[in-house]
């Protein structure tokens, strides 16, 4: 059964930083694109970066986190991240993790992130 959990949310000031983790099970995390996805309150779901399958490499970011977000995998532990740096109080919202297997969008409960003094 694939199942995808985030952790690793909370409230942080403006400019400071969270990690958060996605434990993957369920599929081969190697050989799958994953992304970040956030929702803000009252706002639609929006995409902040994705890794693409590790042979491939790439990663890419939404315009609003380059330079402070940065992705990465484990695929030894099923596991992926995202360092958040440089925190904004528009960065708020929850905070999904997404896999695309076999034509489904599978996502995880989410953890909530709030940037605020």
């Known amino acids: 059964q694939l199942q995808l959990k985030e952790s690793g949310g909370g409230l942080v000031q403006p400019g400071g930083s969270l990690r958060l983790s996605c434990a993957t099970s369920?599929?081969?995390?190697?050989?799958?694109?994953i992304g970040w996805f956030r929702q803000a309150p009252g706002k639609e779901r929006e995409a902040v970066s994705c890794?693409?399958?590790?042979?491939?490499?790439?990663?890419y970011y939404g315009d609003s986190v380059k330079g402070r977000f940065t992705i990465s995998r484990d695929d030894a532990k099923n596991m992926v991240y995202l360092q958040m740096n440089s925190l904004k109080p528009e960065d708020t919202g929850v905070y999904y993790c997404?896999?695309?297997?076999?034509?489904?969008?599978?996502w995880g409960k989410g953890t909530l992130v709030t940037v605020s003094s």
């Open positions: 369920g599929f081969t995390l190697a050989h799958y694109a």
């Open positions: 890794s693409t399958h590790t042979s491939d490499g790439r990663t």
């Open positions: 997404n896999v695309r297997f076999n034509g489904v969008d599978y």
